[in-house]
């Protein structure tokens, strides 16, 4: 019998049966694909999500890992050019952008150091319940083997195409359009900050990341998608040229060294996130459009929280529990709607209205104020921490 069965061994997973199994509890993690394996990302961890790696102790290892940190971040549209440094939150000013095969493997390497059991390649295919319905545990299937494993708490951290989510039929309680659809891949020896780059109907991106290499995205909307995808290659050149073209400068006599990849099911939802028995962290129970790279960061935000609320009361009484696991879910919607809101106005790539671009012209022009508005980018503060009697001066 363990506490805690956590279905998912990516960030949210692995970061979830860390903080468990430090606070003593018998946690075992599950996950279909194999250890260090790699997966759709943007990579990037925002300053929240650095602070939470600091927390746990795996920021070293990251940075061991020869990923490099992002320290200046350049973000164009129109005549507006900014470029600085956020103020950071906990003392951690740079964001860091691992390949998801390096940030998957320490978070588990450190879940099983605190001792959490680790099983790669496991299929969860069902979900054992008691008489009353509560969820008691996995049943699934490993190295051919069917096995059944019972816990106090079923963690989802399976993604956006939850199997735990599926099974529990959690409903969707917010759920917007497809907006964008993305393709990318890495390049070798481009020097690149962290650059953003926008335009209407188009967004790129260059996120400097471990090997020496600069991962490159290109948005387009999700209404380009069946275009887009006939010839990716050409639509991703294009679209570089035309949105950041000094850095399609820069990339011209570059080869990159993996395949393009890509995606135009970039859902936009809030799941329930709890019931009787089980919770969902991560893509599982919230996703949002890739462009604003906020997934990593809020992934690490639910975690900590959930395993606040828990603290010790897996093992005890049911319905404090329970109890627990809705003031998580609560807390989740409150603290992450408001940069949902803002990733669907950023991944609808409309034009940039005037009163914004006004507001971004007064902010390039003053440190202290790109400094603020690199900490909004980041998801540190909100838009209105812009608006000092500095900014209100200039506008």
């Known amino acids: 019998m363990y506490d805690a069965i ?37 990579h990037l961890v925002h300053q929240p999500g650095v602070a939470a790696l600091a927390r746990w102790g795996v920021l070293e290892q990251v940075r061991a890992s020869g990923c490099p940190p992002l320290e200046r971040t350049v973000y164009e549209v129109a005549d507006i050019h900014i470029e600085g ?18 940030l998957d493997a320490l978070l588990v390497d450190a879940a099983v150091a605190a001792g959490a059991e680790f099983r790669e390649r496991c299929r969860v295919t069902g979900l054992l319940r008691d008489e009353a319905g509560r969820v008691v545990g996995v049943e699934g299937r490993h190295e051919e083997k069917i096995f059944t494993e019972r816990a106090h708490l079923v963690i989802g951290a399976d993604g956006m195409r939850s199997t735990v989510a599926d099974l ?30 926008e335009r209407p109907g188009g967004w790129v991106a260059t996120v400097p990341t471990n090997d020496e290499a600069t991962l490159v995205l290109a948005y387009f ?3 380009r998608f069946e275009e887009v995808r006939t010839d990716a290659h050409r639509a991703y050149d294009e679209q570089i040229r035309a949105t950041a073209p000094a850095l399609h400068e820069r990339l011209r ?52 929280s959930l395993v606040d609320e828990v603290g010790d009361l897996l ?32 991944a609808r790539l409309a034009p940039a209205h005037e009163q914004r671009l006004s507001l971004l012209r007064a902010v390039q022009s003053d440190p202290e104020l790109v400094a603020i508005y690199l900490d909004v980018v980041a998801g540190i503060v909100s838009t209105d921490a812009l608006y000092t009697p500095k900014l209100l001066a200039l506008l």
């Open 168 to 197: 529990v039929e959690a409903p969707f309680t917010v759920r917007d359009p497809l907006l964008t659809c993305a393709y990318y891949t890495y390049w070798p020896d481009v020097p690149a900050a962290l650059e953003l780059y």
């Open 85 to 102: 440094c956020a103020r950071g939150v906990a003392g951690q000013r740079a964001g860091y952008a691992p390949r998801r095969r390096v």
């Open 253 to 304: 006599d570059a080869e990159p060294v993996e395949r393009l990849r890509g995606t135009g099911d970039q859902q936009n939802f809030f799941r329930q996130a709890t019931g009787p028995g089980w919770v969902l962290v991560g893509d599982s129970g919230h996703h949002k459009d890739s462009i604003t790279a906020r997934g990593i960061s809020d992934a690490f935000q639910q975690v900590e």
């Open 6 to 42: 956590v279905v998912g061994a990516r960030c949210a997973g692995a970061s979830a049966a860390l903080l468990l199994a430090r606070g003593g509890y018998r946690v075992l993690l599950l996950d279909k694909s194999a250890y260090g394996s790699d997966t759709l990302s943007t």
């Open 221 to 223: 909307p999700q209404s």
């Open 315 to 346: 093992g005890g009484d049911p319905a404090e529990l329970d109890a627990a696991l809705a003031r998580f879910a609560e807390n989740r919607d409150k603290t992450l709607t408001p940069g949902y809101e803002a990733t669907l106005g950023v």
